[in-house]
T-cell receptor
Framework: LAKTTQPISMDSYEGQEVNITCSHN???????ITWYQQFPSQGPRFIIQ???TKVTNEVASLFIPADRKSSTLSLPRVSLSDTAVYYC???????????FGTGTSLTVIP | GAGVSQTPSNKVTEKGKYVELRCDPI?????LYWYRQSLGQGPEFLIY????????DSGLPNDRFFAVRPEGSVSTLKIQRTERGDSAVYLC????????????????FGPGTRLTVL
């Protein structure tokens, strides 16, 4: 099981770029890296997924180095509404895609 | 469009009682997942269905927990002889069957059912 390690919490000012790094030293060849966002009293919401190098969508970017033992979620110009818990998951379709860990609680400060 | 729905949104019960929690996945999604989440913790995996069958039930904590999905759509999580430690938010998610054999599904979550065992 490819466990993940993330910082427990982070603070950022509005308008700044936020980078959250996740360590997954035991990632397997078939594993993808997926990030979810969760607001209080809601279920998690998919943000982005990648396998290697860089992936970008309208919400975030995901940077994955060549060894794939870590990944960094980048949120450009955060706003107060980005205050949430962010989870990094590692796994493939056969399983192991279910381990959320404790996530990173991001607080955006005005 | 309709997302994943869960009923009830809140359930209060007494220790020792039986409860059922319902999940309606997104139409056409063949995979369905149950998680539970305690305050300050991430979602904890319980069980995963592919169609009508439980593909992975390794997360069910004990034999008081059981889940069914008889027609491959709606699922019910059943908890017998509830205990105070069962109090949590129970989350359901669904996803499409992967188009290829390798990609991880994107899971779409419902709002959860908050279970309180007194």
């Amino acid at each position: 099981l490819a466990k993940t390690t993330q910082p427990i919490s982070m603070d950022s000012y509005e308008g700044q770029e936020v980078n959250i790094t996740c360590s997954h030293n035991n990632i397997a060849t078939n594993d993808y890296i997926t990030w979810y966002q969760q607001f209080p009293s809601q279920g998690p919401r998919f943000i982005i997924q990648g396998y290697k190098t860089k992936v970008t969508n309208e919400v975030a970017s995901l940077f994955i180095p060549a060894d794939r033992k870590s990944s960094t979620l980048s949120l450009p110009r955060v706003s107060l509404s980005d205050t949430a818990v962010y989870y990094c998951l590692v796994g493939d379709y056969t399983g192991n895609q279910f381990y959320f860990g404790t996530g990173t609680s991001l607080t955006v400060i005005p | 469009g309709a997302g994943v729905s869960q009923t009830p949104s809140n359930k209060v019960t007494e220790k020792g009682k039986y409860v059922e929690l319902r999940c309606d996945p997104i139409s056409g999604h063949t995979a369905l997942y149950w998680y539970r989440q305690s305050l300050g913790q991430g979602p904890e995996f319980l069980i995963y269905f592919q169609g009508t069958g439980a593909a992975d039930d390794s997360g069910l904590p004990n034999d008081r927990f059981f889940a069914v999905r008889p027609e491959g759509s709606v699922s019910t999580l059943k908890i017998q002889r509830t205990e105070r430690g069962d109090s949590a938010v129970y989350l359901c998610a669904s996803s499409l069957t992967p188009l290829s054999g390798r990609r991880t599904d994107t899971q779409y979550f419902g709002p959860g059912t908050r279970l309180t065992v007194l």
